[in-house]
């Protein structure tokens, strides 16, 4: 590629670019102001509370949790960083970013299930470690956790913001500091809710564009078809050829470089999963029967954005750029644009003109306003519930949390841009963040979940390990730069290479597990009693007066005959603390399995066996088979856009209803039906209506309303909720 780097000409104007950004972002807010209106107006969710500002109820069906998982994974890194690592390796590029995401999403249904039974008042996964750990412990994950979402927004906003700035010409910090306007307000508005509503819109949206921009690619005369298209790429590797690769092909799983890539991928997307607040908190407000089913669902279906898109613009943007529709007809791309994650915009706006540069415009700001949105609720929650609530306001009620919680949304929102700012002006790019970030998110990746699953691990184990093992990455990561940089010159382009980060990544992941298992024998502790999580409770209204819930419902015993039962929360099921039914106990154990079991497949066929067979085989694509490669990624990514555009209204229906019925009948007409529903609003499933991989006779027994307090499941009108409050 060019030392230089010739920019080309922005095809936007900047009003484009400050409209979008502005103007969308502002709508967003105006629209979700008046949504949460409505739901608490028609339906009684009242986002004043802090239950459903910062869990939504515990309440969102599998159609909605699916969705804000796809949002949330859907980052405007892997919409920019698919297309540059398939032009940068070829299609394995793409194909292993896909299967680097997919996994963890899969795997983290289990955590998701897990945290609903062991824990189930919790609002973010640092209240576990506080429980039980204590308050140094607590403070290291409040850190690694606040770490995580801190280089992940930065991550997000450098891609985007050279995106935005090369296609319309506005200044790249303004760009990164008017980016996240919209999303607080929205956020700030509504709460996890509000999240998952935008979520939905974001996400349909950015499935639209990407659905257009792959058919518009593979249908645009200068490629006319998969075949052709493998053609023209061919033509450029015969005189550039991929090192690495074999026989220097873009079409052939057997690469090098991406496979070093899809490991440092994959640690690193692991560990943004798990040390990210925001999927404990999807987790902790999904329905109990949408937990599993909504996590799964989400991580297949997300899987196809990546690998269709990745794989057309990135391979359109190799095979284009000696057609004059090229906008740097005549060169390849340079280092800079490449790291800035350019290959997508500038292939965009040569098949598609403006409209393609629009379409990128429109597709990078809902993706980095829906995954910044998870972001900074995460951590609004984070110094709302776990600092300020914690220990300068234990007694704090709903109406204070939740303020510290806006002031914290904003508060983190000017941070990321002012580090972003600086790591801008700093010459750090979108590509090294994405390689470097694993060496500081990884170190707690292990530890946490061995929270609620390792009754051994002590507290001295969850402190120590994490720092040695970030400490261990870092010193990996430098040191192999300085091994591999020429003249062993430590500087941007030579700490920000792959090796160097993939090193210190393993280093970063590997170090914590094998240490915190040593700590925990050397130095034993009493087995940990899960029913120590009680200690975790609801932050109550500010008209509630009561420290535990407790409800009474009618369930059927083992005959089927109707028995009163009483539910306690928190009380102890199996050693482990719970609010939930037998029922429902039952059923969360077998998802548990199903969950882990469909992990282990999907890691198996997804990140094993698919691509390891091929690279073992050294196999090159031919025309046909790289036609049925792309047909089959194209299948995927429309099957995602069918479902996400259908399933979560369809969940929602009753919401729906009671909204319009309120609008044109009036609330008094919309609050019998609410009441003629048994209290089930929003967008949750009925648990003994969704598919699950329990019999139905095992499916939960009870509906909650939006505080968690149980209600009678039957039918009819009675609709009886009954609590200690």
């Known amino acids: 590629m060019s030392s230089t780097d010739p920019s080309i000409h922005p095809p936007l104007g900047q009003g484009v670019g400050y409209g979008v950004t502005l103007g969308a972002g502002l709508a967003f807010a105006i629209g979700m102001f008046f949504i949460t209106q409505l739901l608490r107006r028609f339906t009684g969710e009242d986002n004043s509370h802090f239950e ?120 790249t910090v303004a760009a990164i500091f008017l980016l996240p306007v919209g999303v607080c307000l929205y956020t700030i508005t509504g709460g996890l809710r509000a999240t998952f509503i935008t979520d939905y819109l974001h996400t349909v949206a950015l499935l639209i564009i990407a659905t257009y921009l792959v058919i518009k690619t593979i249908t645009n005369p200068a490629i006319g078809s998969p075949a052709e298209l493998l053609t023209l790429v061919n033509q450029v590797a015969s005189k550039s050829p991929v090192s690495g690769n074999e026989q220097g092909s873009y079409f052939t799983m057997a690469s090098k470089s991406a496979i070093e890539f899809g490991i440092l991928h994959t640690l690193g997307n692991f560990a943004l999963v798990i040390m990210d607040s925001s999927y404990w908190q999807k987790a902790f407000s999904a329905d109990v029967s949408a937990a599993v089913p909504g996590y799964i669902l989400g991580g297949v279906l997300y899987f196809g954005i990546p690998w269709a898109l990745g794989t057309t613009m990135g391979l359109a943007a190799v095979g284009l750029q000696n057609n004059p529709i090229w906008p740097a007809f005549g060169r390849s791309l340079t280092m800079t644009e490449t790291a800035d994650g350019l290959p997508l915009g500038y292939a965009a706006l040569a098949v598609a003109g403006k409209g393609g540069a629009v379409a990128v415009v429109v597709l990078i700001f809902m993706a980095v306003t829906s995954t910044c949105s998870a972001q900074i609720i995460a951590v609004s929650s984070i110094v709302s519930s776990d600092i300020y609530h914690t220990y300068i306001n234990p007694a704090a009620r709903d109406r204070s949390v939740i303020t510290v919680s ?32 694993g060496i500081i998110v990884c170190p707690g990746m292990v530890v946490l979940p061995l929270t609620i699953f390792w009754k051994r691990q002590t507290r001295l184990a969850a402190i120590i390990s994490p720092l040695v093992g970030m400490a261990c990455g870092l010193i990996v990561w430098l040191t192999t730069a300085w091994y591999y940089a020429p003249g062993g010159v430590l500087n941007v382009t030579t700490t920000g290479e792959l090796l160097p980060c993939l090193w ?196 939960p027994q009870l509906r909650r309303e939006s505080d968690g307090t149980a209600i009678t499941a039957g039918g009819g009108g009675e609709g009886e909720k009954k609590g200690a409050s």
């Open 52 to 171: 459903t500002y910062s869990t939504a109820g515990r309440s969102v069906g599998i159609g909605l949790t699916a969705t804000a998982v796809i949002s949330s994974w859907a980052w405007s890194t892997a919409l920019l960083s698919s297309s540059v690592v398939t032009y940068t390796y070829g299609v394995a590029g793409a194909y292993w970013f896909a299967a680097g995401c997919l996994v963890q999403i899969a795997g983290f249904a289990t955590l998701a299930i897990r945290s609903k039974l062991i824990v189930p008042h919790a609002h973010t996964s640092l209240e576990m470690v506080k429980v039980r750990y204590g308050t140094i412990a607590h403070s290291v994950f409040i850190f690694l956790c606040l770490l995580n979402n801190l280089i992940a927004v930065v991550n997000m906003f450098l891609g985007s913001s050279a995106t935005l700035s090369a296609l319309t010409g506005m200044h």
């Open 406 to 437: 806006r002031y914290a949304c904003v508060g983190f929102a000017i941070v990321g841009c002012g580090v972003s700012t600086g790591f801008y002006y700093a010459g750090l790019s979108l590509t090294w963040t994405l390689y470097w970030l």
């Open 504 to 699: 210190g990544t393993i280093a970063s992941a590997g170090v914590p597990p094998i240490l915190t298992v040593l700590i925990s024998l050397a130095r034993p502790e009493p087995d940990w009693n899960w029913n120590e999580f009680s200690k975790i409770k609801l932050v109550h209204h500010d008209d509630d007066s009561a420290s535990t819930l407790v409800a009474d419902h009618k369930g059927k015993d083992n005959s089927g005959n109707e028995q009163k039962v009483t539910v306690t929360a928190l009380e102890e099921q199996d050693g482990a603390p719970s609010h939930f039914t037998d029922a429902e106990i039952r059923y969360m154990k077998k998802a548990s399995w199903w969950a882990g079991g469909l992990g282990i497949f999907l890691f198996l066929a997804v990140w094993v066996l698919w691509p390891l067979i091929m690279y073992g085989q050294k196999y090159v694509f031919s025309a046909s088979f790289f036609t049925g490669w792309i047909t089959v990624a194209f299948i995927w990514l429309w099957a995602a856009l069918l479902i996400v555009t259908f399933l979560p209204p369809i969940e929602g229906r009753r919401t729906w209803k009671l909204i319009i019925t309120g609008l044109v009948r009036g609330k008094a007409q919309a609050q019998r039906g609410l009441s003629a529903n048994g209290g089930d609003v929003a967008t949750a499933s009925s648990p003994s209506s969704t598919s699950s991989p329990s019999s139905p006779s095992e499916q």
